[in-house]
């Protein structure tokens, strides 16, 4: 099997042996209702309404949505207009929270006994991708069997960014719950084979899951070469099976599910518990962060400015959700922890370098992991080639960063690639 081309990164795994702890309560929370790809939901409360923990507060009849439930036990002082990252609007909710932490009396372990309860179970918790993205699980489990039928599980334990080690911890901390969310999705959902994917960097992790599972047949624990980037949904099936999903498909049209090793084991902690999503397990990291680095479970909507504070970090000048490669730069500390956040970092250099001339080097070609052209995409995004765009498939590239980090030039290419694929016509 060929192997994909990507770069070696310093792994600042810094965090690695410090286990989960809560994080302080917040006195408010900010719940936007768009968390996920698709659909914005609705509210469903108004100001001056009492809610408890795991109330639904933000539902939408769209297919592609996920409801959103309250973090906190409160008040609702206010709903407000919120600006999403990606430049949209959507309203958010303002809860003033009481210290007590009261439970939903409606919070109930839900009943699964087949494929579709199952189903509907996860779209109730609010359940999106653990990793990052943001996919309702719901509908990624929701695919019709008989036309693309899935014969192997992916488990993306690889967190190949570096800093990040949320997913490490819940493998080390609760190998229990992943392993039964596992099992919980091959029942009801008839696929024979799991690959649990973890990078060698982690051999710990592996040994403990090769331990657990020893007497499960389906599940095989694939230890992956440390090279980013290795998580990545496409780079993972590859590296796990040798199958390759082609531009336009989906995972299942190549018989295989990708799905995060924490999206799984809250999946089997929903199923025991009732409990929807609505706190994270985050790192909390970067070399603005003057104490209290480490992995902390965080209320849904805590602001970032709060998490901040606790570490410090009051000189940071680049913040991001994510990773230093695919993660999103913060413009306001205000805004809070989401769903799809796995690490807050913070960084005392938020300078960017100065971009120079390409010299046709041709680094950026031989680090993507899809043999894309970015210099030759640059040129056409520039002269607004749509066809040239297209010839060049630029359509496929996940906005892994190695181009950008592997230019001597400095030159934006993993942004350049985004912006050209925002040109090219949705048919």
């Known amino acids: 099997m060929k192997k994909l081309n990507g770069i070696h990164l310093a792994h600042d795994k810094h965090t690695n042996d410090c ?95 087949d494929r579709q309860s199952l189903i509907s179970a996860i779209r109730d918790c609010g359940l999106t991708g653990l990793g990052g993205a943001g996919f309702p699980t719901y509908v ?3 695919y019709d069997p008989t036309k693309t039928p899935v014969d192997t599980l992916v488990i993306n334990g690889a967190e190949c960014e570096p800093y990040i080690t949320s997913d490490y911890r819940q493998i080390m901390e609760e190998p229990s719950d992943v392993i039964e969310g596992i099992l919980l999705i091959q029942k009801y959902m008839g696929i024979p084979k799991c690959k649990l994917c973890i990078e060698n960097n982690k051999p710990d992790a592996i040994e403990l899951m090769k331990k657990k599972t020893a007497e499960i ?80 479970f965080v209320p849904i909507g805590t602001r970032i400015s709060e998490i901040l504070a606790y570490g410090k970090a009051e000189n940071a000048q680049k913040i991001l959700y994510g990773g230093p490669m695919m993660g999103m730069c913060i413009y306001d500390t205000d805004q809070p922890v989401t769903k ?4 807050v970092l913070a960084f005392r250099d ?70 050209a694929k925002s040109i090219i016509p949705r048919n």
């Open 19 to 113: 286990v989960t702890v809560d994080f302080p309560l917040p006195q408010s929370v900010i719940i936007p209702m768009s968390q996920h790809m698709g659909a914005h939901c609705q509210c469903l409360v108004k100001k001056g309404d009492n809610v408890l923990v795991g109330q639904i507060i933000g539902d939408s009849e769209a297919v592609m949505s996920a409801p959103i439930h309250s973090s906190v036990s409160g008040t609702v002082t206010d709903i407000t207009d919120y600006l999403l990252p990606n430049g949209a609007v959507c309203k958010a909710v303002v809860i003033e929270t009481d210290g007590n932490q009261t439970l939903s009396p409606d919070i109930k372990p839900p009943v699964i006994n």
């Open 140 to 142: 990624k489990l929701n």
């Open 340 to 343: 799809t956040t796995n690490a």
């Open 350 to 419: 938020g300078a960017l370098p100065k971009t120079t001339a390409c010299i046709r080097c041709g680094r950026c070609v031989s680090t993507c992991p899809f043999n894309l052209m970015p210099v030759m995409i640059e040129k056409a995004y520039k002269a607004r080639d749509i066809d040239e765009l297209k010839k060049l498939k630029v359509m496929l590239c996940m906005n892994c960063g190695c181009c950008s980090y592997a230019c001597p030039a400095h030159r934006p290419l993993a942004e350049i690639n985004q912006l």
């Open 217 to 296: 047949g389906s599940i095989d624990v694939v230890s992956l070469p440390s090279e980013y980037p290795q998580g990545a949904e496409k780079v993972i099936i590859y590296s796990a099976t040798g199958r390759i999903v082609a531009e336009g498909e989906l995972p299942s049209h190549q018989g295989v599910m990708v799905m995060n090793v924490s999206t799984v084991a809250h999946i089997y902690r929903y199923s025991q518990n009732g409990i929807p999503l609505v706190k994270r397990r985050i790192t909390f990291d970067g070399d603005a962060v003057k104490e209290n680095n480490g992995n902390y």
